[in-house]
């Protein structure tokens, strides 16, 4: 597999929330100030939204699949552009270009044949060569941040027909295709589509005020039904500044975290949405010394603690989930022990219960001692490490906080680190395979299980190989169907003797699985939701169109 760099397609906002001119963005003019903010927001029709997100639910590169729009990490659907199928509420396909479609007896081939009234804004006609296009030229893209590499090739064998070839078998192909929208060859540029692009879908692109906000305006000869809301107005902040918002009532949903929702102003209700968005804690599997490379450049690998598999065991059984859940997320999350937890491809073996018991004995097994001052150590390496989260998430900041009180009292020294997402020699990616990080992952595919755990995973930032997990790996995507896969997803997190799981490699520390909550203004009816994966901002406005008042 390719190495796709996770830094490449996380928007970092420059600037604190006092510096963004809210009012300015919504009303056209005025001072910033929170009133003209409101008094703009207040007036839109009943046909209108403004919802806010995360600043780093705003696509660098614009809204571009090439990159990232849709696919990248926060796999949501594309808006501006159609896909061949996609997912209801409970997860199951749904045609959308495609009319229908079926894989070769083989596994390497799919054919899919599609709609022929599409259109794209422009007023050409979507067809299959487009389809062919947009595949083909993602698989190519050195900036695409989905991992195709297992497409042989996409050819369109009419204007309604497209077969797509497999380098090897890839049966959870049609979870890539639900996210992955569809650009008009004659009218695509990798320099300027993402600013201005043209689709298909339910949407347009009608305005972007680059670190600010994003405007979407009906697609007037969209194929399908009508979207109900006409306007979709998106403002990228950080969370003071969406629950300030909120509160002067300027917005009519706001995106808030388990640590703020008790602060739910009264022309609102909380809204909550179920979600498999993980957080767990990578633990470096080898020692300090090493290198990954990620994007092309080489980074530090590796760390002289967490190399020993008894302490990556040890703090697995030695962390009190159920505790870090009630004191950090007041009942909006669930402990989680996997990143695929009450999946069909999770497995019950990645569940431990705390046993500090048993989490001492892994240690002294280990020839770890504790010293004097209650900290264990081994030839002279003291069992302390470094914990880097997010400082722009409270929720991080306080499962970490959480973490290091908890090791602390068992025997290892956390000491936390809050930083941003860059490469910079304090910043996130700097230490993403030297140092534990609070990541937040999570999909409704089993492909996330195999990028964090592959040897050669994009997300592989415990830098765990096993020959024989991999194996696992390979053969659950080469079943006939996906309902077939999920043994092959299970033993690879514990086959009996090896696997991903506390009792094995102990590659991560998962924690919680945390509620996706938003301030909801009263009287907006938000359709219903599928689970949402990580990535708290597109997923909620996956059915806008369904939205109403």
Same mark, same amino acid.
């Given at each position: ?175 890539? &295709? *639900?996210?992955? @929208?569809? /650009? ?5 540029? %990798? +320099?300027?589509?993402?600013?201005? #692009? ?46 300030? &918002? *909120?509160?002067? @009532?300027? /917005? ?5 975290? %388990? +640590?703020?929702?008790?602060?739910? #102003? ?47 065991? *040890? ?235």
């Amino acid at each position: 597999m390719s190495t796709i760099s996770r830094r490449s397609f996380v928007k970092i906002a420059a600037g604190s929330a006092a510096a963004l001119s809210l009012g300015g963005v919504l009303g056209g003019c005025g001072n910033g100030s929170a009133s003209s903010a409101s008094a703009a927001a207040s007036a839109h029709g009943a046909d209108e939204v403004v919802v806010t997100m995360t600043t780093s639910s705003e696509p660098s590169a614009g809204f571009d699949p090439f990159y990232s729009w849709g696919c990248g990490e926060h796999v949501h659907e594309p808006l501006i552009q159609s896909t061949l199928v996609t997912t209801d509420t409970n997860l199951h396909f749904v045609n959308d270009l495609a009319t229908d479609y079926w894989c070769g007896d083989d596994r390497l081939s799919w054919t899919f044949n599609i709609r022929s009234d599409a259109k794209f804004t422009d007023g050409q006609p979507l067809t299959a060569k487009d389809v062919a296009f947009t595949l083909n030229g993602i698989k190519d893209f050195e900036g695409s941040e989905l991992d195709l590499t297992y497409m042989k090739q996409a050819r369109a064998t009419s204007d309604t027909q497209v077969v797509i070839e497999l380098n090897k078998p890839f049966n959870a192909l049609l979870y890539t &295709l *639900a996210v992955v @929208g569809i /650009v008009p060859e004659h009218a695509y540029n %990798a +320099t300027t589509y993402g600013a201005n #692009p043209i689709g298909s879908g339910r949407y347009m692109l009608a305005q972007w005020d680059k670190g600010q906000q994003v405007i979407f305006t009906a697609n007037p000869n969209y194929y399908g039904e009508a979207p109900k809301i006409k306007k979709l107005t998106v403002l990228f902040v950080e969370e003071d500044t969406s629950l300030a &918002l *909120a509160k002067a @009532g300027s /917005v009519d949903v706001a995106y808030t975290a %388990a +640590t703020l929702a008790a602060q739910t #102003p009264a022309e609102y209700d909380l809204f909550r949405a179920a979600s498999v968005d993980c957080r767990g804690i990578s633990l470096p599997c080898v020692p300090a010394g090493n290198t990954r490379s990620d994007g092309g450049a080489e980074y530090p690998a590796g760390n002289n603690v967490t190399c020993f598999p008894e302490v990556r065991k *040890a703090i697995n059984y030695a962390i009190d989930r159920q505790v870090l859940v009630n004191n950090t997320l007041a009942g909006y999350g669930d402990v989680a022990y996997s990143v695929c937890d009450d999946l069909p491809w999770g497995s019950d073996d990645m569940r431990v219960s705390t046993d500090l018991g048993k989490a001492a004995q892994l240690m002294a097994d280990g020839g770890w001692v504790k010293g004097a001052d209650g900290i264990y150590a081994k030839d002279g390496q003291r069992a302390e490490i470094t914990l880097f989260y997010s400082a722009s998430d409270s929720v991080r900041q306080a499962m970490a906080n959480e973490f290091m009180n908890q090791m602390k009292a068992f025997g290892i020294d956390v000491a936390i680190k809050g930083s941003g997402w860059t490469t910079d020699p304090d910043g996130l990616y700097a230490h993403q395979f030297s140092d534990p990080i609070v990541w937040g992952w999570g999909a409704n595919s089993p492909t996330q299980l195999y990028d964090l755990t592959y040897g050669a995973g994009f997300g592989n930032y415990a830098v765990y190989e096993n020959a024989t997990v991999d194996a696992h790996l390979d053969a659950a995507l080469a079943t006939a169907t996906v309902e077939e896969s999920f043994d092959e997803w299970k033993k690879a997190q514990w086959d009996g003797q090896q696997g991903i799981a506390p009792q094995g490699g102990a590659s991560w520390v998962w924690l919680a699985n945390v509620d996706h909550l938003y301030f909801a203004k009263k009287g907006l009816k938000i359709a219903a939701q599928k689970p949402h994966p990580h990535g708290h901002g597109w997923s909620l406005v996956n059915n806008v169109d369904q939205w109403s008042w």
